[in-house]
């Protein structure tokens, strides 16, 4: 059987697909170690790891100080 051009230019296309499709399973990362970097740096350029401001440290310092201050002022 001799192959037509209509024949050629399908195989020729389905070989193109066929490295196309293989093309799309290709990894950027070669571990886990770099995938897993670039995506925590990516969410940080995100701003979400952002730390949530909590006041209470500084409230809980205030109420220590005040409570020691207090006991030093009680018994001198």
């Given at each position: 059987?001799?192959?037509?051009?209509?024949?050629?230019?399908?195989?020729?296309?389905?070989?193109?697909?066929?490295?196309?499709?293989?093309?799309?399973?290709?990894c950027l990362f070669s571990t886990s170690d770099?995938?897993?970097?670039?995506?925590?740096?990516?969410?940080r350029a995100q701003g979400r790891y952002a730390?949530?401001?909590?006041?209470?440290?500084?409230?809980?310092?205030?109420?220590?100080?005040?409570?020691?201050?207090?006991?030093?002022?009680?018994?001198?």
């Amino acid at each position: 059987m001799v192959p037509s051009h209509r024949t050629n230019a399908a195989l020729m296309s389905l070989e193109a697909a066929a490295a196309s499709a293989r093309g799309g399973f290709a990894c950027l990362f070669s571990t886990s170690d770099e995938y897993e970097t670039a995506l925590i740096s990516e969410r940080r350029a995100q701003g979400r790891y952002a730390a949530p401001r909590s006041r209470w440290p500084l409230a809980m310092f205030a109420g220590c100080a005040l409570t020691v201050a207090g006991t030093v002022l009680l018994f001198s």
